[in-house]
C-alpha cells in the first residue's frame, strides 16, 4: 500500500483513459520514474470493488504475465480509499508518440511495421488462451525501445482467466444488420479471436492509414466488394488477404493471422508516405517493386 502528497501529480499526466462502464483514468508520471495511475471518483466509489479486483489479478495471475506486459507495484490510498496504483515505466515511447514524432521516411518504413506485428503477435501467442487484450489498438499503451522491444501497459485492461478487464471493445459494432456477434464473446468473456482480430486491425492501421472499422455494418454480401476496392486503391490486389478481413466479420468463421500477406508486402512492395495539401493528412500507398 502507498500514499503520497497528490501535489507532485501537478503537470504530470500523460493522458486520459476513457475505460469500460464509466471507468476511467488518468496516468501520472511520477518524480521517481515510475507511473501511476488514477481512477476517477465514479470509480473511487467502488473503490472496494476496484482494489480486489487489482490485487486478485495481481495475487492469483501475476506469474502467468511475461515481461512484456508491465504490472502492478503499489496500491495506492487517499482520504477516499483506494484511488488507483503505481507500475514501473514502460522503456522507450508509446506507439502514438512514436507515429506522431515519425519523418516520412520512418513512416513508409514496411519493414518496421513487420517486426511490430511480429512482436505483438508473439506476446499473445505467449500469454495462451487465459490472457486476452481487448484493448490492444490503443497505441498510448504500446511501448518500444530503441531496440524494438515491446511493453504493454494494459494490465487494469487485460481479462486473465475468467476475470473480465475494465476495457471494453468495438466487435459489436463490426457486424452487418444480418448477422450476429458471438465468435468474439462466450459466457460474456471475450475470446482468443479478438486479439487476431485487433493484430490485424492494426496492421492496417500502421501500413494502410486504415481503419478496417470502415467495413462495419456493411451487408455480407456488399463487404467483400468494398474490401476488394479499398485493397486495390492501396496498390494490393490479393484475394487471400480480402477473405482473411472478410472473416474477421463473419462468426461461422475463425480469424487468421496473416503473416504470409505481411512477409509479401515487405518482401515486393514499397510503400510510400505523402501528404495531401488538399485533404491536410498524411496518407500511404504500396507499389510492387
Not at 9 to 28: A, C, P, R, T, V
Not at 159 to 175: F, K, L, R, T, V
Not at 200 to 210: E, G, R, T
Request: with cysteine; aromatic share 14%; net charge negative.
Amino acid at each position: 500500500m502507498l500514499g503520497f502528497n497528490k501535489k507532485i501529480l501537478k503537470n504530470k499526466k500523460l493522458y486520459h483513459i476513457k475505460g469500460y462502464m464509466s471507468l476511467e483514468s488518468d496516468l501520472y508520471s511520477l518524480p521517481n520514474g515510475t507511473l501511476y495511475k488514477e481512477y476517477t471518483d465514479t470509480v473511487i466509489h467502488e473503490g472496494e470493488h476496484k482494489l480486489n479486483y487489482i490485487m486478485n489479478k495481481s495475487f492469483y495471475y501475476g506469474d502467468l504475465l511475461p515481461d512484456e506486459i508491465i504490472k502492478p507495484i503499489f496500491v495506492v490510498f487517499d482520504s477516499r480509499g483506494f484511488t488507483g496504483y503505481t507500475m514501473n515505466t514502460a522503456k522507450g515511447k508509446s506507439l502514438e508518440d512514436i507515429e506522431k514524432e515519425a519523418s516520412p521516411y520512418e513512416l513508409a518504413d514496411i519493414q518496421r511495421y513487420r517486426c511490430i506485428y511480429y512482436k505483438l503477435k508473439s506476446i499473445i501467442k505467449k500469454v495462451g488462451d487465459k490472457i486476452v487484450f481487448p484493448n490492444l489498438l490503443d497505441l498510448r499503451n504500446i511501448y518500444i525501445d530503441d531496440l524494438g522491444n515491446i511493453s504493454l501497459l494494459c494490465f487494469d485492461d487485460m481479462q486473465i482467466g475468467n476475470m473480465q478487464g475494465h476495457m471494453d471493445s468495438d466487435i459489436e459494432e463490426c457486424y452487418g444488420p444480418d448477422e450476429e456477434c458471438t465468435k468474439y464473446r462466450d459466457n460474456g468473456l471475450f475470446t482468443k479471436e479478438l486479439d487476431i482480430r485487433s493484430l490485424i486491425f492494426l496492421y492496417f492501421l500502421l501500413v494502410f492509414n486504415f481503419n478496417l472499422n470502415y467495413f462495419s455494418g456493411l451487408p455480407s454480401d456488399k463487404r467483400k466488394r468494398e474490401i476488394q476496392s479499398v485493397m486495390l486503391a492501396h496498390g494490393v490486389d490479393n484475394p487471400k488477404i480480402v477473405e482473411k478481413i472478410d472473416n474477421l466479420f463473419r462468426d461461422d468463421i475463425s480469424n487468421e493471422y496473416i503473416d504470409e500477406f505481411v512477409d509479401d508486402l515487405t518482401m515486393n512492395y514499397n510503400l510510400y508516405y505523402y501528404y495531401d495539401l488538399n485533404l491536410k493528412k498524411g496518407n500511404k500507398k504500396l507499389v510492387l517493386k
